[in-house]
């Protein structure tokens, strides 16, 4: 990842995140992986989550915060510590469990598949072949720029039955970022975004959350390079 890529999509998921606090999270709890997260900020005033919000990101950021040297800010530091001991504790007792949604009855893979295919249509780029199995991989090019922008939908792998990230590559065929989802770059979780199970009751909402996020990055993109 290039300096000034990761300066500008640092600064960008920083705006992003203030955006989420502000509006009550209004994109990030369509997804089930962020349902910790809102119950741990409903404990604290608007002021705090802010902080929390955005020690966060700079926790994901890590090669922007480090370019820039920018000191810590000691009470967003003790309230993201704060965050990760509540959510190491939660996976321990088995908490966690309670933060996940009712889902109806479990969607077959194959009607897993149409209903993807057909919530994406367009609005994440064209479909591409992929050779990875149990996914699905969507191409969208970068306006004015030449690179291209995957986004990766998994259908009933390692545990999940629906989860998504997307890749960044430029036109030397170089990758210059991965693993990208709405959750990752607001620093909740690493990596794809998954949904355990998916059925009648969330599998609209949950597609939803990948077209949103998908389309969120892809506008952003041109202004990130």
């Given at each position: 990842?290039?300096?000034?890529?990761?300066?500008?999509?640092?600064?960008?998921?920083?705006?992003?995140?203030?955006?989420?606090?502000?509006?009550?999270?209004?994109?990030?709890?369509?997804?089930?992986?962020?349902?910790?997260?809102?119950?741990?900020?409903?404990?604290?005033d608007m002021r705090r989550k802010r902080l929390l919000a955005r020690g966060l990101v700079r926790r994901f950021h890590s090669c922007a915060v480090s370019i820039l040297r920018e000191p810590t800010d000691a009470e967003e530091e003790e309230l993201v510590q704060w965050y990760l001991q509540s959510g190491t504790k939660a996976f321990t007792t088995g908490e966690w469990r309670t933060f996940k949604p009712a889902c109806g009855n479990r969607l077959p893979r194959p009607e897993l598949r149409r209903r993807a295919l057909a919530s994406m249509g367009g609005r994440l780029g064209n479909p591409a072949k992929c050779d990875v199995p149990g996914a699905m991989v969507f191409e969208s090019p970068v306006e004015g720029r030449e690179a291209t922008i995957r986004t990766f939908v998994f259908l009933r792998v390692r545990?999940?039955?629906?989860?998504?990230?997307?890749?960044?590559?430029?036109?030397?065929?170089?990758?210059?970022?991965?693993?990208?989802?709405?959750?990752?770059?607001?620093?909740?979780?690493?990596?794809?975004c998954a949904w355990r199970t998916v059925g009648e009751g969330n599998v609209e909402q949950a597609l939803e959350a990948i077209r949103a996020g998908g389309a969120e990055f892809i506008s952003a993109v041109p202004n990130l390079l």
């Open positions: 990842m290039s300096d000034s890529f990761a300066l500008n999509y640092f600064r960008w998921a920083l705006a992003y995140s203030d955006k989420e606090v502000e509006e009550g999270f209004l994109h990030i709890r369509k997804f089930e992986e962020a349902a910790f997260l809102l119950k741990q900020m409903s404990f604290l545990g999940a039955d629906l989860a998504y990230f997307q890749e960044l590559w430029v036109a030397n065929g170089d990758r210059t970022a991965t693993g990208i989802s709405a959750l990752s770059w607001l620093g909740i979780t690493g990596g794809p």
